[in-house]
Antibody, heavy 120, light 107 residues
Framework: QITLKESGPTLVKPTQTLTLTCTFS??????????VGWIRQPPGEALEWFAL???????RYSPALRSRLTVTKDTSRNQVVLRMTSMESVDTATYYC????????????WGQGALVTVSS | DIQMTQSPSPLSASVGDSVTITCRAS??????LNWYQQKPGKAPRLLIH???ILQSGVPSRFSGSGSGTDFTLTISSLQPEDFATYYC??????????FGPGTKVEI
């Protein structure tokens, strides 16, 4: 059974850097084809994919946020870490990590989500 | 970049209705189209992948069709638990996994 869970601060100040950790089980990010994505959702708004890391450490980012993002993985700890710099109020959202199914290219398992509020 | 649009939104329906949600891609994405269901306060749930393949555990009243730029999600005989927001998502332009704006199915 695959599970994922996001952890990190619930409140960050404008201009600060957000660091979120996705801790997962039920698969290994050292296995060919596996990937973990990050998707966010501002309150009352739609889903927005913005980052993905693959088993081979290939990383892809949304062009709109690329300059602010870093995603890394720790295979031994079964964790993926997201860093987003220069946080603003518009970045207030629920942040989800999700497992990318190698066969279907759909996000088939999701974390519960972490609400991050950007406010001074 | 591939853009995704959905219609209608919102969609008003009643229990027992058959409803269809449309998703359109700004360019040909073949059948690289997924559908998700999201209920308030919950993470999305993958319903259909590759345009028409039901994800394991999803009730058979959900079905998907389409290819190229036009896709549909149909829920036959709407159940109370189906009132939710539905998102399409393209996986053709990997890894830019663009989501549609969502369709809220409401009473």
């Amino acid at each position: 059974q695959i599970t994922l869970k996001e952890s990190g601060p619930t409140l960050v100040k404008p201009t600060q850097t957000l660091t979120l950790t996705c801790t997962f089980s039920g698969f290994s990010l050292s296995t060919s084809g596996e990937g973990v994505g990050w998707i966010r959702q501002p309150p009352g708004e739609a889903l927005e994919w913005f980052a993905l890391i693959y088993w081979d450490d290939d990383k892809r980012y949304s062009p709109a946020l690329r300059s602010r993002l870093t995603v890394t993985k720790d295979t031994s700890r079964n964790q993926v870490v997201l860093r987003m710099t220069s946080m603003e109020s518009v970045d207030t959202a629920t942040y989800y990590c999700a497992h990318l199914s190698p066969g279907t290219l759909g996000f088939d398992y999701w974390g519960q989500g972490a609400l991050v509020t950007v406010s001074s | 970049d591939i853009q995704m649009t959905q219609s209608p939104s919102p969609l008003s329906a009643s229990v027992g209705d058959s409803v269809t949600i449309t998703c359109r891609a700004s360019q040909n994405i073949r059948n690289y189209l997924n559908w998700y269901q999201q209920k308030p306060g919950k993470a999305p749930r993958l319903l259909i992948h590759t345009a028409s393949i039901l994800q394991s555990g999803v009730p058979s009243r959900f079905s998907g069709s389409g290819s190229g730029t036009d896709f549909t999600l149909t829920i036959s005989s709407l159940q109370p638990e189906d009132f939710a927001t539905y998102y399409c998502q393209q996986s053709y332009s990997v890894p830019a996994f663009t989501f549609g704006p969502g369709t809220k199915v409401e009473i």
